[in-house]
């Protein structure tokens, strides 16, 4: 049986002003939650980022420093080096770190070279220097150093050196690093935090 001309007339009856007006109001509704969401996170991530950059120069010094002294000579004397090869000494009133590492050799063979590093704050941040890999110990090596700048915002570093039954200790000389096992360096930042790691020689 087919419908009357008045059954469709209704169904094909399209949104009365009403129904339209309450949907483009929940559509606002909608759009003003969804942008207050947007502008939120994008204020979140504007703060976030100088602080993941932190933490990523953070990473990388730090892992940088735990390299360079997991090549440490194990045995000083084999190398017959005339230094300690973990010296904290003092540069400009600061606490500088020195460590000698083991490295390729320059002409590429797999004889192992020997390699200065230094660490210390310059400019309000933590730089490493390093000497060109040398088969033989030369302290001639520091008049010419590659420059690094690991981690900014830095007013001070601070160096203890760990020794089997002493304990943590600040070096007052070479020979206060003279076995060292450990290191422990810490990092006072300019907004007034500190940071502190650990590292094994060797």
């Known amino acids: 049986m087919r419908p ?4 469709q007339g ?3 009856r399209g949104f009365t002003l009403l ?11 909608i759009g003003v939650i969804a942008w207050r969401g947007l502008s939120s996170l994008t204020a979140t991530r504007e703060r976030l980022e100088p602080q993941n950059y932190d933490v990523q120069a953070l990473l990388a010094g730090f892992g940088q420093i735990e390299r ?12 017959a080096l005339p230094v300690q090869p973990v010296r904290v000494f003092v540069v400009d009133g600061q606490p500088a770190l020195q460590v000698l590492r083991l490295t390729r050799s320059p002409d590429g063979s797999p004889a ?3 390699q200065m590093i230094f660490y210390l704050v310059r400019d309000g941040q933590l730089e490493r220097q390093a000497t060109v890999a040398q088969r033989f110990y030369s302290a001639e090596a520091t008049a010419s150093l590659d420059r690094v700048a690991l981690v900014p915002d830095v007013d001070e570093m601070q160096v203890r ?5 002493v304990g943590w200790i600040v070096p007052a000389s070479d020979a206060d690093s003279a076995n060292t096992v450990g290191v422990e360096v810490r990092l006072k930042r300019h907004d007034g935090t500190s940071v502190r790691r650990v590292f094994a020689v060797g």
């Open 4 to 7: 009357s001309l008045e059954t």
């Open 68 to 79: 360079d002294l997991s090549h440490v000579p194990s045995n000083v004397g084999l190398f």
């Open 19 to 29: 129904e339209l007006l309450v949907a483009i109001s929940i559509l606002a509704v």
């Open 112 to 114: 192992a070279a020997m």
């Open 161 to 165: 050196v760990w020794r089997n039954n």
């Open 10 to 12: 209704r169904q094909s």
